[in-house]
């Protein structure tokens, strides 16, 4: 038995979150159950949950995303929660962005399978990019890495009064208290622990929101912005 084979039927509350895009969430369930595996981007013991752990409990984060923003995706892997993010939401432009090559390859063949046009998939890490691409309202973030890391990551892409949406475990509550200095540092402003996808996962998934003020990133930060931005300029002059 092929490890596609063993992806269980979607549950009825898949139908209820992902609606008319309901067909797209299956194709993407089996692709991430087949060349997720087999690629390395999943292990083969994630297929029988892959609708509660992961496409659902990703889903559920559209619950506290604006409308009509921006959003970028760190550390994106094997497009979670990107894809199940841009699947319920057609309404943002998404990038996903991811370091590996075979990660992005899999991510832009999924972004095509898909059909998904508001999306990017975007090469590098967070600290390369850093004035190469548009700051965003929404970072969002899963399974990166510690609370305090991640936000020297991708608080630094957003624009003023943004914010980084992070779905967290148990431990959101500790990271949060662990991260307060280096989250001041960033110019961070404002934290919570929030719990989305009720009636539809079991236990709710554990976001942590962390809103900047007209500084993202700090000071330190925005003195790269302002050199990308001369740069930009001189550039565009030329």
């Keep these: 038995m092929t490890e596609a084979a063993e992806l269980p039927p979607a549950p009825e509350e898949a139908r209820a979150v992902f609606g008319e895009f309901f067909p797209e969430a299956v194709r993407y369930a089996e692709l991430l159950a087949d060349a997720g595996v087999k690629r390395g981007l999943i292990g083969p013991r994630e297929v029988p949950r892959l609708w509660e ?38 309404d943002l432009k998404i990038t996903l962005l991811e370091p590996l090559l075979r990660r992005t390859t899999f991510l832009q063949e999924a972004v095509e399978l898909l059909g998904l046009d508001h999306v990017t ?38 624009r003023p009064y943004g914010e980084m949406l992070a779905l967290k475990g148990d431990t959101a509550e500790e990271e949060l208290v662990s991260a307060k200095v280096a989250l001041s540092k960033l110019g961070v402003v404002k934290t919570s622990v929030l719990q989305v996808g009720e009636g539809v996962v079991d236990p709710l998934s554990t976001v942590v929101r962390v809103e900047v003020g007209e500084s993202p990133g700090g000071v330190r930060f925005a003195a790269k912005r302002a050199k990308a931005a001369r740069v930009g300029r001189t550039r565009r002059r030329r």
């Excluded at 409990?57 to 199940?84: F, K, M, Q, Y």
């Excluded at 691409?133 to 969002?140: E, G, N």
Aim: charged residues 15%; aromatic residues 2%; contains cysteine.
């Design 121 to 158: 998939v975007v090469r590098g890490r967070a600290e390369e990019v850093l004035g190469k691409v548009q700051p965003v309202h929404v970072v969002t973030a899963r399974a990166v890495a510690p609370l305090d890391r991640l936000a020297g990551w991708g608080v630094p892409l957003l």
């Design 53 to 90: 752990r992961h496409l659902l409990n990703c889903a559920v984060l559209s619950e506290v995303v604006p409308a009509g923003v921006t959003v970028c995706d760190v550390g994106s892997g094997a497009g979670l929660p990107g894809i199940p993010l841009a699947l319920v939401r057609r």
